[in-house]
């Protein structure tokens, strides 16, 4: 049906596909898509964003900008699944900017959307935390573990003796405190540094 410089083609079963939401393109099908519908891609996918799309001498230009200023670019993923790479295809959908002055330049960070209300009483749903990647969490601090092989979730941490703790922090009473005592059960994924406001 379509076909780019990048000799990727686009069928008519592709599009039927991705209409009924039985599979999402790939990331360089969704590019040509997003381009030829003008487009962003993570408004494509269904994410809450903006939908109008920076053509790609406008995103080139903000990019020099970037370089020059005290900021640096993060991968924002929707989701830390067990067996995947963080930034993985399936998970990335797109950047955010912060300022570098209060960040660790020797550690690796990504953001999360926040997804749900276990943690509205800091962070409300799709707003983006960063995470500082494999670091210590301390007693206290707001991380994301992945409990059990399954994704990640964000939590306040708590360790008392050999247990550790995750704790909510919402308006809905139905999210309780979860306790392990396996530390088998858990990985811990890294700490939240910083986090982005949805407007």
């Not at 410089?5 to 039927?16: A, F, H, N, Y």
């Not at 997003?34 to 230009?61: P, Q």
């Amino acid at each position: 049906m379509y076909k780019e410089e990048l000799g990727v083609q686009i069928s008519k079963t592709d599009i039927s596909q991705y209409v009924n939401g039985k599979v999402n393109p790939g990331q360089n099908k969704l590019y040509i898509l997003a381009k030829i519908l003008n487009v962003s891609e993570a408004w494509l996918l269904g994410y809450n964003v903006e939908k109008e799309r920076i053509d790609d001498i406008t995103r080139n230009k903000m990019n020099e900008q970037l370089e020059t200023l005290p900021v640096k670019q993060i991968p924002v993923v929707s989701q830390i699944s067990a067996g995947l790479p963080i930034y993985s295809e399936e998970n990335l959908i797109d950047y955010t900017y912060i300022a570098t002055k209060d960040l660790n330049d020797d550690k690796e960070l990504f953001g999360l959307k926040v997804s749900g209300d276990s943690m509205n009483k800091i962070f409300q749903d799709g707003e983006v935390v960063v995470i500082e990647k494999d670091s210590v969490i301390e007693n206290g601090q707001i991380g994301v573990v992945m409990v059990n092989g399954y994704n990640g979730t964000l939590k306040r941490i708590r360790y008392n003796g050999s247990q550790l703790m995750l704790l909510p922090e919402s308006t809905n009473p139905e999210h309780l405190p979860q306790v392990y005592s396996d530390e088998s059960e858990i990985k811990i994924i890294g700490k939240v540094v910083a986090s982005v406001k949805k407007f």
